[in-house]
Nanobody, 122 residues
């Protein structure tokens, strides 16, 4: 069994910062791309940032220059450093990852975490 667990969400003031973590655990053989998504009330889930195994990154335009995605492959963990937060960043943030389990090392499945709330408000 594989699971992703996010942490680090909470309340931040405009202009503040937060750091999210996403830890993958279980019978993991390999992880390829990891990503952060968010869903604000009444809106569809949208991609925030993605990172490949080699460290190549992509960012959604609204967060470029403010958010940084990184990963520690040895710890099966991805991070999202968020600075200069804005009220419009308020959302539930989800982590996902393409993971191959030890029982099926050539088959990658897409896994999602349960989400962590980020609220930006004064």
């Amino acid at each position: 069994q594989v699971q992703l667990v996010e942490s680090g969400g909470g309340l931040a003031q405009p202009g503040g910062s937060l750091r999210l973590s996403c830890a993958a655990s279980g019978n993991i053989f390999s992880i390829n791309t990891m990503g952060w998504y968010r869903q604000a009330p009444g809106k569809e889930r949208e991609v925030v940032a993605t990172i490949t195994t080699s460290g190549s990154t992509n960012y959604a335009d609204p967060v470029k220059g403010r958010f940084t995605i990184s990963r520690d492959n040895a710890k099966n963990t991805a991070y999202l450093q968020m600075i200069s937060l804005k009220p419009e960043d308020t959302a539930v943030y989800y982590c996902n990852a393409g993971i191959a389990r030890t029982s099926s090392p050539t088959l990658f499945g897409l896994y999602w975490g349960q989400g962590t709330q980020v609220t930006v408000s004064s």
